[in-house]
């Protein structure tokens, strides 16, 4: 059988640039805040710049648009993550490369679906113009997440006709997709405001499904944008309450969740061979912390404190022998007790060996993520022409700790102001190799883990933990990753109405992370519908 023929428009890419540009002229463009509190109390909500899909919520809405084919997989430059996530809508500006990959991508899926013809299109080829019409119909709407206007479904039958003729339905149908998928309507989330300056329904369940799925929405969240069943509190809440039962919810979770603790670090850090850090165990470690926050955050409900407290781990044959404890069955996970020097993921394997440089573990790198990811505190770069190599031991100073090689190292009074905040939170952990093994000495001498935060004394990792999980500065923190993470970045996030009524939610929840998603889902404000008054 011959291979599928294929075309690409090589002048596309220039299109994805220019329509958003267009599109800027022509008043589409949403605005952010509220300088002049027009609105109230708290000024009219705020709209989100437009922006564009991020890779992961590309892939994932590639991959629903297109349910009956399996998607290639598909390689996209990495974006910029200024603020730890990857939909920043300010970061996320189109590289020619980016451009590049996006014509090739496009043309990889059309290919597919013109090889899967059968599986997509449900009309006859034979019916020509007519079919084409049909696969317009069915799919374009979906993939711009709206309905096409009169111009847009014209515009795309005249592609598909102009290729019909030319060179046959095949041809024609994977021209056409190609053009779907590099329209800016696809690539961008472009909010339109109405008279009334409020989005559209099919604004509002895009933002509701990629928030809480990373994808596009489905059937049943477009039929109630087109019943104008998005309008009102209660419907807004109903729907939310389906989709976070919805298995896509869990992923929605952890793209979030992954983002924000750095799940992804495990797969640069490099250690001594004698570690045995090799790729089994690597994807051991990375599977030990996704199920945790898949079991015990968000199937039952966890906690800010349940992240920082719980007893409760997974443990393979690769991974259980970091807390020494018998190994379950090779291919099998064990649900356990840790032992008592452990409490949640900042005590795991995972988290430790990923935060270790190769000889030992890293008190810096430690200290640094508690301070950024769970207390917000900024400490900016490290000063111009400071020495970043690795503390070690000096032979001439005989046997020396981990501890004693940092506070050597980083005691100059170019490096003190911010080591003095880093170094004592890392320290806590100093009982944990840099493998996340438990040790009882260091280089044969004892170790200190005695360290502290904002100011308050801890005695070691585990006092550490506890006092995080009463801290006030802990949840705001949390609550200002998910509203950074869920308002794309910008100026957005800086909405101190919708900040203070989520906070105060959160807090009234427990600390949910499940119900601080549901919190900013269902808000009207977050989702630019009129706020009932108090």
Not at 101 to 116: D, G, L, P, S, T
Not at 387 to 394: C, K, L, R, V, W
Request: glycine share 8%; charged share 20%.
């Amino acid at each position: 059988m011959a291979p599928a023929r294929t075309r690409t428009l090589t002048w596309l890419p220039v299109w994805i640039v220019s329509g958003i540009a267009l599109s800027s002229i022509a008043g589409c463009w949403g605005s952010i805040s509220d300088p002049g509190n027009t609105g109230g109390e708290c000024g009219l909500a705020p709209l989100p710049a437009p922006r564009r899909l991020s890779h992961t919520e590309y892939r994932n809405t590639v991959r629903d648009l297109f349910p009956t084919i399996d998607v290639p997989e598909l390689e996209l430059v990495a974006d910029p993550t200024p603020l730890g996530f990857d939909n920043d809508g300010e970061a996320m500006q189109p590289s020619p490369l980016l451009v590049n990959q996006y014509n090739v991508a496009a043309n990889e899926i059309a290919q597919v679906v013109r090889q899967r013809r059968a599986d997509v299109v449900a009309c006859s080829p034979t019916d020509g113009s007519a079919c084409g019409a049909e696969f317009i119909a069915q799919y374009a709407p979906r993939a711009y997440r709206r309905p096409l206007a009169p111009s847009e479904q014209a515009a795309l039958q005249q592609v598909f006709d102009a290729y019909l003729a030319q060179d046959g339905f095949d041809v024609a149908l994977e021209l056409t997709t190609q053009v779907i998928l590099q329209s800016p309507a696809f690539l961008y989330r472009v909010e339109t405001i109405g008279p009334d300056r409020q989005p559209s329904a099919y604004d509002t369940a895009s933002r509701l499904s990629y928030l809480l799925w990373s994808t596009m929405p489905d059937d049943a969240l477009f039929a109630a944008a087109a019943a104008a069943e998005l309008q009102t509190p209660a419907q807004l809440e109903a729907q939310v309450d389906r989709m976070l039962a919805d298995p896509r919810a869990l992923e929605g979770f952890m793209v979030f969740a992954s983002q924000w603790l750095d799940l992804a670090r495990l797969d640069y850090v490099t250690k001594l061979p004698a570690d045995g850090l090799t790729s089994n165990v690597r994807e051991a470690l990375r599977e030990e912390a996704q199920r945790f926050l898949q079991e015990i955050i968000w199937n039952r409900g966890g906690t800010v404190s349940d992240l920082l407290l719980s007893s409760r781990a997974f443990v393979s044959a690769e991974t259980a022998a970091f807390y020494g404890l018998p190994a379950p069955a090779a291919g099998t996970w064990e649900e356990v007790d840790l032992p008592a020097e452990r409490r949640g993921f900042l005590m795991q394997a995972q988290f430790l060996a990923s935060h270790g440089h190769p000889n030992n573990p890293s008190p810096v790198l430690r200290g640094l993520f508690v301070l950024k990811e769970l207390m917000c505190v900024s400490l900016g770069s490290p000063p111009a022409g400071v020495d970043m190599s690795i503390p070690e031991g000096d032979p001439e100073m005989g046997p020396t700790t981990n501890r004693d090689n940092y506070e050597r190292v980083t005691g100059a009074d170019l490096c003190r102001t911010c080591h003095s905040i880093i170094n004592p939170v890392g320290f806590t952990f100093e009982r944990f190799d840099t493998m996340g093994r438990l040790r009882d000495t260091d280089n044969g001498l004892p170790i200190d883990t005695s360290g502290s935060i904002t100011g308050v004394s801890v005695a070691d990792a585990n006092a550490l933990v506890e006092y995080m999980a009463g801290s006030a500065q802990v949840s705001e923190c949390v609550t200002r990753k998910y509203m950074t993470y869920a308002l794309n970045g910008g100026e957005a996030i800086d909405d101190a109405c919708l900040t203070r009524d989520i906070a105060e939610q959160f807090e009234a929840n427990g600390g949910s992370l499940r119900g601080l998603m549901r919190s900013i889902a269902v808000h009207p404000r977050y989702n630019g519908i009129p706020q009932e008054a108090n």
